[in-house]
């Protein structure tokens, strides 16, 4: 596929339903405009066109087409191409039962867009894979099924020869930046001395995070160690993660790796789908009463839809993921689905309330593994329920703002210009 093809149907992908004239395509992927670019993108629109994908809606002054993406509301449209296919797809009408609560704000579906047909967090563990190819193939692969954030632990066990390491860094920065999604490498602190400098530098990128797994208090045991790093990322401008709990970082959320994993998988499905309930809302709207209990009934019901739905997409795409990777090789059995609780309210009224609710989804939850399992669909429904913590994660600039290791997560932060201590949302 020519790359301004792949230009055009990039802009319906992430505009799918809306419609373009010619000369707001040519200004989208030409930022100028000139009859030359007109004719010059046309003719590829004419193609796409002639091939089924895309239509003419409508002709404007001086014969300008109007064009759309044919695809219809809930479907999805697969582009085959030799180098990358290129999906669209069109949101269907939102027919969950939390439908009125979201537009209310009460309740919100992390990544909406696609919601049902990705999971927001994937774990691979750099120390099983075979060789540096084998752990690129999988990850795009992978990346096409991913919302938020793909982690890689034991990452320096990977490193190999220098053409080698180059590479892979070079396929991982373009597999975050094609998929907008972040890799999280993860070094143990032993392991991330043997590195070198330039390495680390050419690791630095937007869609790459870095976190260096440690203890309390041992940052400081290895001050001289660590200021060089520090300097590195501080020349770059870029933010460096320090942690003491088995966690990745995504964009915006913090996810936690199971304690308990199979010792064969080399990807683990930690968290699959997620919505937000906010409780100061429905009581400020109802009032402290049994609408409470109504609006997690619904959640639940929306996250068992939305799993099903989930479920049935991984099942048509079944062929193109297992082609690639081994069923040993992907594990769903810690997968969860996040029900996340946001209050300022600390009163224990509440709190007490809560607890009744989290015990009746739990065995809803029960209920329908038993229902699914009677039907030959053997396959674990969990929901976790996590309150967004007003705890902070310690955000400074200079390696002696402080003086032990508190927090679960610690992150230098070269990206602004003055040093503070930021509240993040914090889902552990």
């Known amino acids: 596929m020519h790359r301004s093809a792949r230009s055009i149907l990039s802009i319906f992908k992430e505009n799918p339903g809306s419609n373009f004239s010619t000369s707001q395509l040519v200004n989208k992927i030409y930022s100028i405009t000139s009859p030359k670019l007109h004719r010059r ?8 066109k002639e091939a089924g994908i895309i239509d003419i809606i409508d002709e404007k002054n001086k014969g300008e087409k109007v064009f759309t993406i044919k695809v219809n509301s809930g479907e999805e449209l697969l582009i085959k191409d030799k180098h990358k296919p290129v999906r669209i797809s069109k949101q269907s009408f939102n027919n969950f039962e939390t439908r009125k609560l979201e537009e209310e704000k009460i309740i919100e579906r992390f990544y909406i867009k696609n919601w049902t047909k990705k999971i927001n967090c994937i774990l691979l563990r750099g120390n099983l894979f075979d060789s540096i ?7 795009k ?10 982690g890689i632990t034991d990452f320096s066990s990977l490193i190999e020869t220098e053409e ?38 050419n690791l630095i990128a937007p869609n790459i995070k870095i976190t260096i797994s440690t203890e309390e208090n041992i940052i400081l045991d290895y001050y001289d160690f660590f200021k060089e790093i520090l300097l590195l990322f501080k020349d770059n401008q870029a933010k460096l993660f320090f942690q003491k709990e088995n966690l990745i970082v995504g964009k915006e959320r913090v996810y936690k790796i199971p304690e308990k994993m199979n010792l ?21 709207k109802y009032g402290f009463s049994s609408t409470i209990r109504k ?28 082609s690639f990777i081994s069923e040993e090789d992907l594990c769903f059995n810690h997968a969860k689905n996040n029900i996340l609780i946001k209050t300022d309210n600390k009163n224990d009224i509440i709190n007490s309330y809560l607890d009744s609710i989290k015990k009746s989804i739990g065995m809803f939850c ?30 400074v600039s200079v390696i002696n703002n402080f003086s032990n290791f508190q927090e679960d997560l610690i ?8 040093e503070r201590e930021v509240k993040l949302t914090d889902f552990l």
């Open 411 to 418: 992150c230098f932060d070269y990206t602004s210009k003055k």
């Open 366 to 395: 029960i209920q329908q593994e038993i229902i699914l399992k009677s039907c030959g669909i053997p396959t674990n429904f969990k929901i976790a329920f996590d309150t967004i913590s007003e705890k902070k994660i310690k955000t």
């Open 133 to 139: 190819e084998q752990i690129l193939s999988y990850m």
């Open 164 to 201: 080698k390491t180059k590479k892979l860094i070079e396929e991982i920065k373009l597999i975050g930046e094609q998929e907008d999604l972040i890799i999280n490498l993860i070094f143990k602190i032993n392991d991330i001395k043997k590195i070198k400098k330039e390495m680390l530098r």
């Open 295 to 322: 609006v997690f009934s619904k959640a639940a019901k929306t996250v068992f839809k939305g799993n099903l739905l989930q479920r049935e997409y991984f099942d048509e795409n079944y062929e193109t993921i297992f």
């Open 41 to 48: 993108l046309l003719y590829h629109l004419n193609h796409l």
């Open 141 to 150: 692969v992978l990346s096409f099924s991913v919302n938020d954030v793909i």
């Open 264 to 284: 064969r998988s080399k990807c683990i499905v930690t968290d699959l789908l997620s919505l937000q309930i906010d409780i100061d809302k429905i009581v400020k």
